[in-house]
Each structure stands twice: as structure tokens, then as C-alpha cells.
């Protein structure tokens, strides 16, 4: 374990001995506009019981009987669309949305109060213009709500401090999108967006999503030509792919001890390839380690994003194949942890063109469906569907027998 794991468990464990106590004690409530902390009393082990506080954000939302849900983008939420999307919710078997509180370029989908520690930050943007309204009518719906922070791939964070970014020639670097990423090994990249994950459970959202939680594609090869601090891991004796494991595992571990109080469920997004190797040695997705750390794991699986894997030559047109094949690998791994998280993959309800002629198919009702049939077979009864522009297949069964 590195230094910065070392600290970062002295402290907890400091913390949780220094609270420890026969019985839980009188607390006065801090209103925060329906929102309020309330004493709870936890068991840690050796150290007994313990006071913590618990935030409550005046909202109630039941976790559903399993997870059915669909991904939301700032502006759908904030817009026209949110109304057709939560009528396609209601009138179908879907129960959940993944809503964009931290798009992938690093802004935020809503301005924040001017007393929220991120207003400063000028990241916000009016794309939701009222995202507790959106929460209550949500509430009201039963539609249960997940906030979506992209971590470690954000251009704004990037260019307004590249010392906690990649650079070279003293630029930032970008990938070939034009895409900057944040380093992984910075302890103040760590709280910044832990800071926007408690802001998300604030206003009512019941899980935290991260997603990018990783290093950049290639960064085997990339490493050796960026400049960029190694924050506390220079300290590591691990070689370069253990580092960069440890730092992603570290993070989640951090997060998710830091939301304990929020009353909110962890969840991660990972590459679906990470779960069939030992580790993804560029990005440092160690597919085990992570799902240690998490409530729930989200591997995304669609078709599009394999090549020849699994003995099938062009995934993406044998959608029920590379879904079963891909659910049975990953299960042999969930069995093996003495505390396994709640699967809940990414499926394709979208149309990968790009691929060519001869490689690809026309995403609809039959292609949804034989995904999620796939993994219900194999035991899994949670998953997400992504479509970026929000435009899901109609007249899908999404509890096909």
C-alpha cells in the first residue's frame, strides 16, 4: 500500500477511535432548507460503536426491486425531452435514470448555490436550472435517481490548473478528440470531485455514479513522454502499471469513505474488457480491486466496443453472444470476492455505423432485448442503457423471460 493509503487509513481510523462512545449522544439538527445531519450510530468492529453523522436530504426514494435505467444528459433533464423520458419510465417496466451532474468535459450540469463551495470554482453551467425540482418530481415518479461525475478525463479542470494535469511542451495534453484528462495521482483532483459527488447526494440523488475513473487510453506508452507529478505515489516501490492501479483503487476507496454519511450508494463505470484480464495495465482499471470498493459495478458492454473477443468475430451483430459470453466471464470473477458488488452493466440501445458496412447492425427492440435476456440468464438482473442522444428504442420489454 502506498503512502498516501497509509494516511489516508491512520486518519479513519483515528477519527472512528475518537468517536467512539457508550451511547449515542444528543444532537442538535442543522437545518440546511429540509435538509439536515442526524446522529447514527455504526458499528466498526474493534473500535465499537461510534457516532456519525447522516445527511438527509428530504427526499425518499425506495431502491427498486432491481435497477432498470437509462442514461440522462444535462440537457434532456433540463429540458423538453425530461417529460417524454419520464413518461417512457413510467409506462415501462425502467425504474432508474443516470443523470449528467459532472459532464465528460468537466462542467457542471447546473449552477451551484453562491454558498456551495463550488460556485468558486466557475464550472457551472445552466443546463439543469433547477435540479432539486427535477429530484422532487422524481420523487414523486419513484424513478430513482443517479448522479453521473466524470472524473478524470475534464478539459476545464485541466486548463485552469495544469499542474494537476498532463502536459507536454508545456501544454496540456489532449488525445486525438481533443479530449485533456486530470491526474489520477493528485490528492486535490481526489477532493474536487468528491466535493461535486457530495453536492450531487446534497440535493437528493441516492447513488454517485463515477465514471472515467482511470487514466488516459494508452498511457503505457503515454507515461513516458507527459510531464506529471506523482503526487505521494513517487514514494511507491510498485512498477509503473501497479502505481497507476493503485492510485484509481485508492481513489474509490477515498470516495466512497468520504460519501458514508450521504446515505448514498457508490457505483463505477468500467471498461467491459478490464473484468477479463488481471488488470487493464494502461488505464489502471483492476477490475477486482475496484469492485472491492463499490456498491455497485457498471462495466460497459456494448457490442460496438469489442473486436474479435470471445470467439466472435464481429460483436457488435451478435448482441444476446458477446453479452452472455461477457456475463459468465465476469460472474467467475464476482465469486471469487468474499463481498461482491451489485452488477449492473452498460447496455447498447444505439446504433454503431461507424463501424463499416458488414460490421455493424441496426440497434432496436430485438437487439435491446437479447442483450438484457443475456444477462437475466445468467443471473444478472440490474442494468443501464446508453444512448447519448437520449433517443431509446421503443416497445422494448425490458423483463423479457
Known sequence: MCVKSLKWLTACVFLLGSATTAQAAEIETEDFSTRTYEAVKIDTGLLGTSERFRFDSGLTFDYPDAVRGIFVTGNSAG???????????????????????????????????????????????????????????????????????????????????????????????????????????MQEVWDYNVEVAIEAAKLGFKE?????????????????????????????????????????????????????????????????????????????????????????????????????????????????????EYAKVENKVLSKLEEAPTSRPWLQDFTASYLGSGNYKRYGKTEVEAQIRALNEQGIDEFLLWNAGNSYSPGVDYTPE
Do not use: C
Request: charged share 25%.
Open 208 to 324: 454517485i455514479q463515477f465514471d472515467y475513473v482511470r487514466f488516459p487510453e494508452g498511457f503505457e506508452r503515454l507515461g513516458e513522454e507527459l510531464d506529471y507529478s506523482m503526487g505521494d505515489y513517487a514514494e511507491s516501490n510498485l512498477d509503473p502499471v501497479q502505481r497507476r492501479v493503485e492510485a484509481v483503487t485508492d481513489f474509490v476507496a477515498y470516495a466512497k469513505e468520504k460519501l458514508q454519511p450521504y446515505d448514498v450508494e457508490v457505483s463505477v463505470d468500467i471498461f467491459g474488457y478490464a473484468a477479463t484480464l488481471p488488470e487493464a495495465p494502461g488505464i489502471g482499471q483492476n477490475f477486482s480491486k475496484i469492485s472491492k470498493n463499490v456498491d455497485v459495478i457498471s462495466s460497459m458492454i456494448y457490442p460496438s466496443h469489442w473486436t474479435s473477443y470471445f470467439g466472435i468475430a464481429k460483436p457488435d451483430l451478435e448482441p444476446y453472444n458477446l453479452v452472455s
Open 79 to 185: 429540458g423538453e425531452r425530461f417529460a417524454s423520458l419520464v413518461n417512457l419510465v413510467g409506462n415501462t417496466d425502467l425504474n432508474a435514470m443516470v443523470i449528467d451532474v459532472k459532464e465528460d468535459m468537466g462542467h457542471l450540469t447546473y449552477m451551484p448555490d453562491e454558498d456551495s463551495p463550488l460556485a468558486e470554482k466557475g464550472i457551472g453551467t445552466s443546463l439543469i436550472k433547477d435540479p432539486r425540482a427535477v429530484l422532487k418530481q422524481m420523487e414523486q415518479e419513484q424513478i430513482y435517481p443517479i448522479a453521473r461525475v466524470v472524473v478524470f478525463k475534464d478539459s476545464q479542470l485541466a486548463q485552469q490548473h495544469p499542474e494537476l494535469s498532463f502536459t507536454t511542451g508545456g501544454q496540456v495534453w489532449e488525445n486525438r478528440r481533443g479530449e485533456a484528462f486530470v491526474n489520477p495521482f
